[in-house]
């Protein structure tokens, strides 16, 4: 039969700083309870009665103390994992910040400003379209939400969507060029 496990004897500085953090209460729940353990157990308390008393499993209580006996208070701080991996790279944020202050005519498309549901779909792969001016050169699979974040990071907004009928100046499209390169330089 294996021997109880217990967490080791606290000295005086780890016992104040236990008691501190009980006392204080629920402001960080993860320490409270890995501190409570510990206490629990450095004051004679059995695994299946700590276990009872902060409604955990006993195999929860033995793993905080054995990582106490192992590592000391340092245990006491949870040790999240990186999370998931970004979908979305800083190249592909470029790439809708571009597109978005790229006019839609300019890029062949049959419409004269960007909505928010316009541009998700020509990041992800043009509409569907097997015309290669509807097919960016790079597509992103982003969500509408997620676009509308970048933008407004960027402090790039879309008007509501109005209808009206563009010039019939022959010039029109480079009258428009000459004004997103004045507008581009001095940014």
Same mark, same amino acid.
């Given at each position: 039969?294996?021997?109880?496990?217990?967490?080791?004897?606290?000295?005086?500085?780890?016992?104040?700083?236990?008691?501190?953090? /009980?006392?204080?209460?629920?402001?960080? @729940?993860?320490?409270?309870?890995?501190?409570?353990?510990?206490?629990?157990?450095? @004051?004679?308390?059995?695994?299946?009665?700590?276990?009872?008393?902060?409604?955990?499993?006993?195999?929860? /209580?033995?793993?905080?103390?054995?990582?106490?006996?192992?590592?000391?208070?340092?245990?006491?701080?949870?040790?999240?994992?990186?999370?998931?991996?970004?979908?979305?790279?800083?190249?592909?944020?470029?790439? /809708?910040?571009?597109?978005? %202050?790229?006019?839609?005519?300019?890029?062949?498309?049959?419409? %004269? +400003?960007?909505?928010?549901?316009?541009?998700?779909?020509?990041?992800?792969?043009?509409?569907?379209?097997?015309?290669?001016?509807?097919?960016?050169? +790079?597509?992103?699979?982003?969500?509408?939400?997620?676009?509308?974040? /970048?933008?407004?990071? +960027?402090?790039? @907004? *879309?008007?509501?969507?109005?209808?009206?009928?563009?010039?019939?100046?022959?010039?029109?499209?480079?009258?428009?060029?000459?004004?997103?390169?004045?507008?581009?330089? *001095?940014?």
């Amino acid at each position: 039969m294996s021997t109880p496990v217990r967490a080791r004897r606290l000295t005086e500085d780890e016992g104040r700083y236990l008691l501190r953090l /009980v006392r204080r209460g629920v402001h960080d @729940s993860i320490r409270y309870r890995r501190a409570l353990i510990i206490m629990a157990s450095a @004051s004679g308390n059995r695994v299946p009665a700590i276990a009872r008393l902060i409604a955990a499993d006993a195999d929860t /209580v033995r793993d905080v103390i054995h990582a106490f006996n192992d590592q000391g208070l340092s245990m006491l701080a949870p040790r999240w994992g990186p999370g998931r991996p970004r979908r979305i790279t800083d190249a592909d944020i470029e790439t /809708v910040v571009a597109v978005a %202050t790229t006019r839609p005519a300019r890029l062949g498309l049959p419409f %004269t +400003h960007w909505s928010i549901r316009k541009l998700t779909a020509y990041l992800d792969g043009g509409y569907g379209h097997q015309d290669p001016a509807w097919v960016p050169q +790079h597509t992103i699979r982003i969500g509408r939400e997620r676009v509308r974040r /970048v933008l407004h990071e +960027h402090d790039i @907004s *879309f008007q509501h969507t109005r209808t009206w009928k563009t010039s019939t100046d022959p010039d029109y499209t480079s009258k428009l060029d000459r004004i997103d390169e004045v507008l581009t330089r *001095f940014r």
